[in-house]
C-alpha cells in the first residue's frame, strides 16, 4: 500500500518517477506530497520534473525534499523556465545524474562544477543565452551529448572537444560561429556535429 508524507509547502509543479511509476507528485492545493512504497523510499527517485514552473533558481525546498534522496536521481528537467544562472549547490547535490536538461532558459554560464560530475552523459542548453561555450563540459569524461542549439557562440575549443573520451554527438546549430570555426567544424571528427548550414 502506498502511504502519505506531507513533506513542504510549494508553489511548483514536480514529479519524480521510478521507470513509468509517478512516485512524487507536486501542485495539489500548493502542498507537497511524497507517495512512496516505505520499502522503496532510499530508491524511488528517478527523474525530477520541474519544466515549466516558472522557475528563476531551483527551488531551495526542493533541494530541502530531496536531501536524503538525492544521489538516486538521475535525470532532472528544468526546461522552459526563467532560470537566468544554476548553482555550484545543484551540481554537488545531485552527483549521480546522468541527464540534464536545461533548455529555454536564459543562462549565460555554468558554474565551475559541473566539471566535476563524473556520470553525466546528456545536457541540453538549447535556447539559452550563452556567447561563450561553457569549456567545464570538455572535463567531464563521460558526457556523450552536448546540445547548444540556439545560443550566441561564435567560437568552440575544438581542441578540448576532440579529446574528450566519450562524445558522441554535438549540435551546435543556430549560432553565430565565426568563419574559421565554422570551416573547421566541416573537417572530420569522431563525434557527429550539427550546424546550420547556409
Known amino acids: 500500500m502506498f502511504t502519505t508524507r506531507w513533506r513542504q509547502r510549494l508553489e511548483l509543479s514536480v514529479k519524480v518517477s521510478l521507470g513509468s511509476k509517478v512516485f512524487l507528485l507536486l501542485d495539489i492545493q500548493c502542498f507537497f506530497y511524497v507517495l512512496t512504497l516505505d520499502n522503496l523510499m532510499p530508491v524511488f527517485p528517478f527523474a525530477a520534473d520541474l519544466s515549466s514552473c516558472q522557475l528563476i533558481s531551483f527551488p531551495e525546498g526542493v533541494f530541502k525534499v530531496l536531501r536524503t534522496v538525492s544521489e538516486n536521481i538521475r535525470i532532472i528537467t528544468l526546461a522552459g523556465n526563467q532560470m537566468k544562472a544554476i548553482s555550484s549547490k545543484f551540481f554537488s547535490t545531485f552527483t549521480q545524474l546522468r541527464e540534464l536538461d536545461l533548455q529555454g532558459n536564459i543562462l549565460?554560464?555554468?558554474?565551475?562544477?559541473?566539471?566535476?560530475?563524473?556520470?553525466?552523459?546528456?545536457?541540453?542548453?538549447?535556447?539559452?543565452?550563452?556567447?561563450?561555450?561553457?569549456?567545464?563540459?570538455?572535463?567531464?569524461?563521460?558526457l556523450e551529448r552536448?546540445?547548444?542549439?540556439?545560443?550566441?557562440?561564435?567560437?568552440?575549443?575544438?581542441?578540448?572537444?576532440?579529446?574528450?573520451?566519450?562524445?558522441?554527438?554535438?549540435?551546435v546549430k543556430s549560432n553565430p560561429l565565426n568563419s574559421s570555426n565554422h570551416s573547421a567544424l566541416h573537417s572530420p571528427y569522431k563525434f557527429d556535429i550539427l550546424l546550420t548550414t547556409d
Request: hydrophobic letters at 40%; glycine letters at 4%.
Open 146 to 171: 552536448i546540445d547548444l542549439e540556439g545560443n550566441n557562440i561564435t567560437e568552440l575549443p575544438l581542441e578540448k572537444l576532440s579529446t574528450m573520451p566519450a562524445l558522441k554527438w554535438l549540435n
Open 108 to 142: 549565460t554560464k555554468l558554474p565551475d562544477q559541473v566539471g566535476e560530475m563524473e556520470h553525466m552523459t546528456s545536457i541540453n542548453l538549447a535556447n539559452n543565452s550563452f556567447s561563450i561555450f561553457p569549456e567545464k563540459l570538455t572535463e567531464i569524461a563521460t
